[in-house]
């Protein structure tokens, strides 16, 4: 693994590359200072007896290289490049496995609607960009003398579990005080957890925001060892709550997810990592969904949700599940009530109340012998709906859909449900054939 470092070789670019350095020398690795000739000559003349053309860059990159080294103690290897700087240094950090490519903030932002090279490397880069906006801030952090303050921006995504990881990470170069927050709307939290509007709408419910908290808790990093978690309800695009809130909180660097899109669709759909990277009053990593890509080790599920019919080989269903369960695990048993537009709310009542009646009665045969609790739930509306939201309330590991094969009004009714679970579904989707009849 290497350090990347983007030069311009201007002076003010010294201290970025003392950066650069330390931070390399703690991490352990080599340091990489690339320079990228823009020089439409250079892809030609560069390594050749005619390079002279490109004036005294190489050699001002080897007396960087030299300073560096001088002033850190990391190991430095120059590398000159040619071409686009965004597509040389997304290249180089790649094929380097680089750990972190650094580069500076740039003196004023690009009129350029594709962005500047720092957003344009960021999208291209498949290893994390870290762009200094505040490389005295970081001396200080790599020198013992402050901690590094950090706020990572966080929601159920890939590209955010890894921009956790880069963060935690950072607590092995030196000590960090880690806040991780995930901007949720009020209406749309409360629509996918299954819940009434909310009262206020720039508010949570208590109930949401504890679910929220639940998946913060669940989806964090092997790495992460202790971090600040919070739930912001926020209306509008999250990078102006990040920002805002980064200002507010005296953060010394913004670390969020850079998912995999186009130029067009980053443009079209908005980005959290580039309206950050614009208007962030500090420093600002943005990490790929590749880095916490990565298998979780298998474990036995703590909660099981499952979706019975009530009819007699449903026991079949619940074996299942408390087979699969772990030890003080619960299983959670659902049925869904379809309403019927045709038939009056008393007679929705009155399944409802038969099917408490039949859930308690199947808890009381069903005595699992480990420490595993039995709770019921009666739901009524679309199956596929309100179980993806249960399961969004309780924090599932898994669900369990039972499934016949000799009963055509059964499969009619179960056969649609289990492709929509498996399509839509956050956690896995387990379905079990139950006995025929």
């Known amino acids: 693994m290497t350090v990347v470092f983007g030069t311009t070789l201007r002076p003010d670019g010294e201290v970025l590359g003392t950066v650069a350095g330390a931070m390399a020398h703690r991490l352990g690795d080599p340091l990489r200072l690339v320079h990228v000739a823009e020089d439409p000559r250079a892809p030609i003349v560069l390594g050749t007896d005619d390079e002279y053309i490109l004036g005294s860059v190489r050699t001002d990159l080897q007396r960087e290289e030299k300073r560096i080294e001088s002033v850190t103690g990391a190991t430095v290897h120059a590398h000159l490049a040619a071409g686009s700087t965004a597509e040389a240094l997304a290249s180089i950090g790649e094929w380097a496995l680089a750990t972190v490519l650094i580069v500076g903030a740039g003196v004023r932002p690009s009129k350029n609607p594709l962005g500047g090279v720092v957003e344009r490397v960021a999208r291209r880069s498949r290893v ?7 490389p005295a801030r970081f001396s200080s952090w790599l020198s013992g003398a402050q901690r590094l303050r950090v706020l990572v921006g966080a929601d159920l995504g890939l590209a955010a579990r890894a921009a956790r990881a880069f963060a935690a990470h950072l607590g092995t170069i030196g000590d960090c005080d880690v806040e991780v927050m995930w901007v949720a709307s009020p209406q749309e939290a409360h629509e996918r957890l299954g819940l009434g509007p909310p009262v206020d709408p720039h508010a949570l419910s208590a109930e949401a925001e504890e679910a929220l908290m639940r998946e913060l808790k669940r989806s964090a990093p092997r ?11 926020g209306r509008g695009t999250a990078d102006a709550h990040l920002v805002a809130r980064a200002d507010r909180g005296g953060f010394d660097l913004v670390v969020v997810g ?7 669709e980053q443009i079209w759909y908005g980005s959290v990592a580039r309206g950050v990277l614009r208007a962030a009053p500090t420093s600002v990593a943005c990490v790929p969904p590749s880095l916490g890509d ?6 036995s599920p703590r909660v099981v949700v499952l979706c019975t019919d009530l009819t007699e080989t449903a026991n079949c269903g619940i074996a299942r599940a408390l087979a699969i369960v772990a030890s003080g695990g619960t299983v959670h048993l659902a049925h869904v009530v379809e309403p019927s537009l045709s038939a009056p709310e008393s007679a929705a009542a009155e399944l409802r109340d038969r099917a408490w009646r039949r859930l308690y009665g199947t808890i ?9 609790s039995l709770e019921c739930h ?7 709906i309100q179980l993806n939201a249960l399961c969004e309330r309780l924090g599932a590991d898994l669900v369990i859909l039972e ?8 499969r009619v009714r179960l056969g649609p449900l289990a492709r929509t679970l498996l399509e839509t579904s956050r956690v896995p989707v387990l379905v079990v054939p139950v006995p025929d009849v």
């Open 128 to 134: 994390p960009v870290l762009m200094l906006r505040n």
């Open 294 to 299: 990565e298998r979780l080790p298998l474990e």
């Open 364 to 372: 009381e045969e069903e005595r699992p012998e480990r420490q595993i």
């Open 223 to 233: 790495e992460e060892r202790s971090a600040t978690l919070r739930v912001l309800p």
């Open 258 to 264: 850079q998912r995999r899109r186009s130029t067009l």
């Open 378 to 384: 009666v739901l009524q509306g679309d199956p596929a």
């Open 403 to 410: 499934r016949r094969r000799s009963q055509p009004g059964t």
